[in-house]
């Protein structure tokens, strides 16, 4: 007989969009500042100090049709 437990898991995307509309696409200012905001609310969320490095996969980058995307995922278990 198998023995086994149970989990359900809710994640959470945090999604910074940056407009990068054609023909010019987005500025390096808009995206650092989005990073920024993104970097720190990481940080804020899993008590990251600030003199510590970010894990190499902690913020994601997406380029959609019309947008560049920051994000990172918050994963909860759900009773």
């Known amino acids: 007989m198998a023995t086994?437990?149970?989990e359900t898991v809710t994640t959470?995307?945090?999604r910074w969009?940056?407009?990068a509309h054609e023909p010019w696409g987005a500025t390096a200012a808009d995206i650092s500042k989005a990073w920024a905001a993104a970097e720190l609310a990481y940080r804020e969320y899993y008590d990251v100090p600030k003199e510590q490095p970010l894990r190499d996969d902690a913020?994601?980058?997406r380029a959609r049709d019309?947008?560049?995307v920051i994000s990172f995922d918050i994963e909860r278990q759900t009773p």
Do not use: A, G, M
Request: net charge neutral; charged share 25%.
């Open 4 to 6: 086994f437990t149970t």
């Open 12 to 14: 959470v995307t945090r």
């Open 17 to 19: 969009v940056v407009p």
């Open 59 to 61: 913020l994601r980058f």
């Open 66 to 68: 019309e947008d560049i």
